[in-house]
């Protein structure tokens, strides 16, 4: 993501749906987001600590194995 202020486009794809409270914590010093191709969100604290998320539908599978009875 390229935020607008730093000319990046009004895209769904350059577009993210955060809440009050986290859209104003990515703006401040040393956070930084990223989406990768995979729809996942990569959020980086100041201290470089790393979080992630993903829609639900991109959510990786577990493999049939684990429901065998």
Known sequence: ????????????????????????????????????????LVVTDPSGRVFSSRPAGNRPRPPPELFAA
Not at 5 to 33: F, I, K, Q, Y
């Open 1 to 40: 993501m390229v935020h607008v202020e730093d000319g990046g486009p009004t895209t769904p794809s350059n577009l993210c749906l955060l809440c009050r409270r986290h859209h104003v914590r990515l703006h401040r010093p040393g956070w930084s987001a990223e989406f990768k191709a995979d729809a996942e």
